[in-house]
T-cell receptor
Framework: NAGVTQTPKFRVLKTGQSMTLLCAQDMNHEYMYWYRQDPGMGLRLIHYSVGEGTTAKGEVPDGYNVSRLKKQNFLLGLESAAPSQTSVYFC???????????FGQGTRLTVV | QQQVKQSPQSLIVQKGGISIINCAYENTAFDYFPWYQQFPGKGPALLIAIRPDVSEKKEGRFTISFNKSAKQFSLHIMDSQPGDSATYFCAALFSGGYNKLIFGAGTRLAVHP
């Protein structure tokens, strides 16, 4: 029973490099989310998706892109990483209208 | 501008005491108010949730109190235990249309034995 799986768990990037974070869920959830967690800022919504092929901007979308080509996967891309994107990134999924979002274990990203 | 404001940022409580965390929101379109608990190195997990047509919800030692007119809600942890030490996030949800779950800044709770 995997739930929500994030890949990778840790990554160090140099400024200007690109990378993709992968989120996979096996609960057949329609909705998926990407959050970033920073000290004192809580969890801030980057982008989200309400179904396969759809994406929408959250609170802090700048510098990120996402894709939802398959229902079970939600990809978060950083085209040109900046030190301000150093953070812990969480993916989550849920049923429509539900307050219960299931979170992955997080990806700790450091941009130097 | 945070849509959900949470306080305090950190809280220290003695074992057996009551932990109280407060949240306030502005947007009356929110229609579901969950609380999440996060242990170090883990993702947040749903603890308890309430809808705005209910003033209080209790699950074991955890209680949500909701004041719709004041646009405030709070989490009370009765008989706090060291195992409750974690970060707690309040959140608010637009469940209609696009399902957006917005979180507060979090409260780091430490329960001392």
């Amino acid at each position: 029973n995997a739930g929500v799986t994030q890949t990778p768990k840790f990554r160090v990037l140099k400024t200007g490099q690109s990378m993709t974070l992968l989120c996979a869920q096996d609960m057949n959830h329609e909705y998926m989310y990407w959050y970033r967690q920073d000290p004192g800022m809580g969890l801030r919504l980057i982008h989200y998706s309400v179904g396969e092929g759809t994406t929408a901007k959250g609170e802090v979308p700048d510098g990120y892109n996402v894709s939802r080509l398959k229902k079970q996967n939600f990809l978060l891309g950083l085209e040109s990483a900046a030190p301000s994107q150093t953070s812990v990134y969480f993916c989550a999924s849920s049923y429509p209208g539900g307050a219960r979002a299931f979170f992955g274990q997080g990806t700790r990203l450091t941009v130097v | 501008q945070q849509q959900v404001k949470q306080s305090p940022q950190s809280l220290i409580v003695q074992k057996g005491g009551i932990s109280i965390i407060n949240c306030a929101y502005e947007n009356t379109a929110f229609d579901y108010f969950p609380w999440y608990q996060q242990f170090p190195g883990k993702g947040p997990a749903l603890l308890i949730a309430i809808r705005p047509d209910v003033s209080e919800k209790k699950e074991g030692r955890f209680t949500i109190s909701f004041n719709k007119s004041a646009k405030q809600f709070s989490l009370h942890i009765m008989d706090s235990q060291p195992g409750d030490s974690a970060t707690y996030f309040c959140a608010a949800l637009f469940s209609g249309g696009y399902n957006k779950l917005i979180f507060g800044a979090g409260t780091r709770l430490a329960v001392h034995p």
